[in-house]
């Protein structure tokens, strides 16, 4: 008898996830077969679900989740650097080309060809995964699986967006959005010696950034922009918020010579007025996901930095009244789904 599995399918747009049974994979030339413990949940997982931003409905069935964790339970022909019995992440990159001129300087999360777990291909809310052995990372012992989770994409998309901020001691850094994403920002900007300021619309989301280490928290009513300025302005601004609304405070806030970096994806356009460009030299850049070698690094730094997030764990047939809840902005930290969990 085939043994199976159970996974949360999208089978459309608009339409809510399925648990279906599957028949377990079998890892190809190159692939590992993983068991999962845990997988977070992604808003770009809802916004599959949604149609928002997804991949063509010809592809549905598809099975959602990019922030998997488990054990590698069998390795496909020609694997020999992971071995089986190890606890490694399934991120957001499933592969890029490997050829193009992003992949070949260090920019491979930009590369066009590029395909997503929970995407272009079948992702972590399953009883278990295919993985490129190539494209997988091992996970430090010193991190739980719950914690990692939300490391394989809020945390490295994060952390990819403050390795493009040029921060040092005593810079002083701005985060937008104060939801998982800006959580892990103001930790690593705080370590990276940043003075950080947390803007968010939630008074709640305030007090858990002051909590995390924020030396300035600010209503995102309460004009950030001139506040900013009152202490000397911004040398970088980084927004999580999924809101054109930030630019005008962003624009105020940022000094000359200082970095802007875009990471929560808007697609309602922003003016730009070009002289300003001239006058303060300002870069403006945008960030998505990370490389794997910027994951490596946060997941080496989150074992020593112990980075974390609030954390409320669920078992895998609520994966769509959790994406229900992420919708209706209830989550202040990341829900993680728990495979032991019935
Ligand atoms: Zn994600
Ligand atoms: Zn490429």
Redesign the pocket.
Known sequence: MTAMMRAAVAVGYGKPLEIREYPIPEPGAGELLIKLETCGV????LDVRKGSTAPPESTFPLILG??GVGIVVRRGPGCNVIEEGARVGLP?MHDTCGHCRECLTGHESFCAEHRGHSFDVNGGFAEYAIMKEAYTVVIPEAISSFDAAPLL??GV?AYGGLQKADLAPGKTCAIFGIGGLGQYAIQLAKAAGAIVVAIDANPEKLEIARRLGADHAILAADDPGGQIRDIGGADACINFAPTNRVWDDIVTATNPLGRVVSVAQVPEPVSLNLEWLIYTGIRVTGSSVGTRQELRDLLDLGASLKLAIDIETIPLSRADEALDRLERGEVDGRQVIDFSLE
């Open positions: 992604c808003h770009s997982d990019h922030e957001w994409c809020a998309t």
